[in-house]
């Protein structure tokens, strides 16, 4: 079992900056893909960016390309999401999730989630 805990959340104005944290249990974080999702009110949860068990390989979905930078601290067993230039269309709880199998395959296919962070933009 893989547990993971968000944090970092909160309420920000629009063209303002968040930084997630997620924090897993476990010895070996450096062997878990890791992935960052939301889902708004009346939506799907929706992908939004992910990163490997080396670093070496990123994804982002487009809406947030350039605005959003996912990144890991091994040492600290810890996924980060820091959050620039954000919009309201970015209000959503945020969700991360670890992909712990020996699998090298891309995207990762995620076993383990989190209970969530509720990210907020005022217009």
């Known amino acids: 079992q893989v547990q993971l805990v968000e944090s970092g959340g909160g309420l920000v104005q629009a063209g303002g900056s968040l930084r997630l944290s997620c924090v897993a249990s476990?010895?070996?974080?450096?062997?878990?893909?890791m992935g960052w999702f939301r889902q708004a009110p009346g939506k799907e949860r929706e992908f939004v960016a992910a990163i490997s068990r080396s670093g070496g390989t990123i994804s982002y979905a487009d809406s947030v390309k350039g605005r959003f930078i996912i990144s890991r601290g091994n040492a600290k067993n810890t996924v980060y999401l820091q959050m620039n230039s954000l919009k309201p269309e970015d209000t959503a709880a945020y969700y991360c999730?670890?992909?712990?199998?020996?699998?090298?395959?891309?995207?990762?296919?995620?076993?383990?989630w989190g209970q969530g962070t509720q990210v907020t933009v005022s217009s």
């Open positions: 999730a670890a992909d712990n199998s020996a699998s090298t395959a891309w995207p990762p296919s995620y076993r383990f």
């Open positions: 476990g010895r070996t974080f450096r062997d878990y893909a």
